[in-house]
């Protein structure tokens, strides 16, 4: 629910909130007092500006410090908020309230410390704690709900990648090419191994993990790369480029890789003459940014692209997910390449 949010029913929501509160205060007080009248005419003069706090703090104060963990920050500048929309009170009370409803009062001073800081106490502070209570509440509310789609996402993520992603038609053409390594008795037999199983290990293990170090999510980039060489042999043309500080960095897992494999599975066709991949990972402060692409050649692949399939919408929904507003994915399908460009803040 934002402040410029439309929605008939949220701002009805609003206006009945307001209403409750008057009435309330108006029935709670008048009683004790025995002015009804008075204490309604009060509770309108005050209105406003108790509207303008209670915005200012749950818009501005409570999501860009107190959710943000800058307790202090928010505690003075929830104060100097206060202590000034008192002032403004204050003022307003004895320049329209106090001759006609406190006369008793009409001729104190103006600004009185003491009287400023009931006027925070009694007037301001019990309708900031209970709608930032309520507020605070809301945030809890959705993140619960966010965590627990993330959970079932992240799962139908894994289980889809495994099911569809490396599928067993890719498995078994790596076994028999390292099968014939070995019958070769190649030295990099038991490179291609240590890659396999590393690979495996991450969707099995690693996977499960909510992140995993940067470096070792390119390293198993790299082994994917290295195990489709082996099929592709000198028809595929590899360039893969990454700088930056890498190190000491986390990324949620099976977010890269899939791109990659996608690329092989619908555009880089094993009847295809020349095939090409380039990858560029850059990390620039906690600026990620991922450029994938690759050949097309439609006249030899079957598949339709990576946009069309149901794997990209689960990344898509993923990303969504784990980095909401710190993240953006562009695709670009053309007649001879397909390109990703994905940026993810860290």
């Not at 949010?5 to 409750?20: A, G, L, Q, R």
């Not at 003075?76 to 206060?82: Q, R």
């Not at 959970?151 to 894994?158: D, I, Q, V």
């Amino acid at each position: 629910m934002g402040i410029f949010n439309t929605s008939k029913n949220k701002i009805t929501y609003h206006i009945i909130f307001w209403m409750v509160w008057i009435s309330f205060n108006t029935i709670f007080f008048g009683a004790a007092q025995d002015a009804y009248r008075r204490t309604f005419i009060v509770e309108l003069y005050e209105l406003p500006e108790k509207i303008i706090v209670v915005y200012l703090n749950l818009y501005f104060l409570v999501p860009r410090l107190l959710l943000k963990k800058k307790y202090l920050q928010y505690g003075v500048t929830l104060f100097a908020m206060l202590y000034l929309m008192a002032l403004i009170m204050r003022a307003i009370y004895m320049e329209f309230l106090a001759a006609q409803y406190f006369p008793d009062t009409a001729n104190l001073p103006y600004f009185q410390g003491y009287r400023i800081l009931k006027y925070v106490y009694y007037n301001l502070c019990p309708v900031i704690l209970l709608t930032t209570g309520v507020r605070l509440f809301s945030y809890w509310y959705q993140q619960q709900q966010l965590n627990n789609e993330l959970a079932r996402e992240k799962l139908k993520a894994e289980l889809h990648y495994l099911k569809g992603q490396l599928n067993p038609h890719f498995l078994f053409n790596t076994l028999n090419n390292v099968y014939s390594l070995s019958l070769k008795k190649s030295d990099m037999t038991p490179v291609m191994v240590l890659r396999l199983s590393s690979l495996m290990s991450y969707m099995l293990y690693d996977s499960q993990k909510d992140k995993i170090e940067l470096t070792k999510d390119i390293e198993n980039i790299k082994s994917y790369i290295a195990l489709e060489k082996l099929r592709y042999g000198d028809r595929l043309k590899v360039s893969f480029n990454e700088s930056g500080e890498l190190k000491d960095k986390a990324i949620a897992p099976l977010l890269m890789l899939p791109f990659v494999e996608n690329a092989f599975k619908h555009g880089l066709c094993e009847d295809a003459a020349e095939v090409w991949l380039t990858i560029d990972i850059k990390l620039k402060q906690d600026m990620l940014y991922l450029k994938i692409r690759n050949s097309v050649d439609e006249l030899s692949c079957d598949d339709g692209p990576l946009q069309y399939g149901v794997g990209l919408q689960n990344i898509k929904r993923r990303l969504e997910l784990v980095y909401p507003e710190n993240h953006s994915l562009d695709i670009v399908s053309d007649v001879d390449y397909f390109e990703v460009d994905l940026k993810i803040k860290l």
